[in-house]
């Protein structure tokens, strides 16, 4: 056999091996480190971010503007897989609490790891524009 075919006939193995992963660097954080078990996210355990990007998608009906960014989200607390959200709304009488703590529920009840939901709508302090983030403020034109 000619040095060329040899050659040939190697790379293949070469990049076989390449491709395999051993099962070491097949748990492997993207970090390098072992992977953990019990991890929610594809990144660890659940956290208050996780939660909070979650909720983005809970949308005001009237503003049009997500409860995380009009400020309406007080609190989150994780505790062992249990979720505690303290909210409030823009008015005390503001119809709409029931509609956002269903969508709350249909967006954190889902995510791995979570083992209860809780809402808890409050309404002290009271919301004020001031409680804003500043995308929503630009959208809504306060300045």
Same mark, same amino acid.
């Given at each position: ?5 040899? #050659? ?10 390449? #491709? ?37 998608? $809970? ?23 249990? $979720? ?15 509609? $956002?703590?269903? #969508?709350?529920?249909?967006l954190i ?12 709508? $409050? ?5 004020s524009p ?14």
């Amino acid at each position: 056999m000619s040095e060329a075919s040899e #050659q040939i006939e190697a790379e293949p193995q070469t990049a076989a091996e390449e #491709q395999t992963t051993p099962p070491e660097e097949a748990t492997a954080a993207p970090d390098g480190h072992p992977a953990e078990s019990g991890v929610t996210n594809g990144q660890g355990a659940l956290t208050k971010d996780d939660v909070l990007e979650a909720l983005k998608a $809970v949308i005001d009906p009237e503003l049009g503007i997500n409860i995380v960014d009009l400020g309406l989200v007080y609190d989150v607390d994780i505790t062992e897989g249990n $979720v505690h959200v303290t909210y409030t709304l823009t008015t005390m009488g503001c119809p709409i609490g029931p509609l $956002v703590e269903a #969508q709350m529920h249909q967006l954190i009840d889902p995510l791995p790891g979570i083992d209860s939901f809780e809402a808890e709508m $409050v309404l002290r302090p009271p919301w004020s524009p001031e409680m804003m983030s500043e995308e929503a403020k630009e959208a809504l034109g306060y300045f």
